[in-house]
């Protein structure tokens, strides 16, 4: 395929038209018309074949979906709105019907989400194929939620179970075997779902001090909180949520389930801190939106975070995911 080939394969794939767009693909720029009272937020991520995905057990349809939800997540992560997306690839030749597959699943998932694709680029890459997207979303500006508000004292939260993504990808990796019998830990690291609408109604409540997307595990992202704040972390190991397919899979394989929970990453779930006086309303909210929401520690003066189980006390500090 050549470029323009490959442009006009995107093209067909997004035809829409909005008010709040005058130009998308087809310019040298998109050209956006900004709402009033909002402000912008701009999140952009990259894939690469053999860091983040392997192409003999990730379907391109599940790839275009997952391209699209963990920059969504970030959205989510300061209780925005996305809007627009840009996608950049990187292709082998060859590739058309990966291609058709992997597009499938980009625009049903922006769908999902009501996003627009309003541009990006293509380059022909020799190395494996690279996938970078850009998503921009808004908030009202006085109601967007950062890494730097947590106060020594807040509750530290996590609005669902942990590790499974990461469970999720040693079946993939080493246990293939086992796919059928742990879909939902499989479903977790293929096709993961972004907390999209949970965010924006944390935002919204004034209850939160600080908030980021568990994408490199618990022990990476709460140490972000940490250091954007100024404050440290106390994790407490039993309050740690898992599921019973989750510890059942640990047990199976003979691997740690605290692992995969504290350093694992890939959930993208959403983790934030609270006024302890709070933890009713919080409770009341989750309620509200169908939800479980988990206190799994506290912010404590000092950096760091610190695993606690009973007097046993552990740095486990951006001890999460690295990209290597």
Known sequence: MTERDIIACIKRHEEKKTADLFAGI??????LRPSDNKVQLITCDSLIESVHFDLSWHPPELLGAKAVSVNVSDIAAMGGQPRFALLALGLSRGCENWLDSFLQGFEERLQDYQVRLIGGDTVNSKGGFMITVTVIGEM????????SGAREGDLV???GPLGEAAAGLEICRN????KNSYPSLVSAHLSPEPRLELGGLLARSGLV???IDLSDGL??????ICGASGVGAEVFQKDIPFTREFTGLARELGLSAFDWALKGGGDYQLLFTTDPENREAVTRLAVGSHRT????GRMVKGSGVILCDGENRQDITFQGYEHR
Not at 26 to 31: E, K, P
Not at 293 to 296: A, I, S, T
């Open 219 to 224: 022990a990476t992202d709460l140490a972000h």
């Open 175 to 178: 246990a293939p075997g086992l």
């Open 26 to 31: 087809g310019d040298d720029c998109a050209v």
């Open 140 to 147: 009202d500006k006085d109601k967007v939620c950062y890494r």
């Open 293 to 296: 929401l988990y206190p799994v």
């Open 157 to 159: 939260w996590v609005s």
């Open 209 to 211: 001090h600080a908030m």
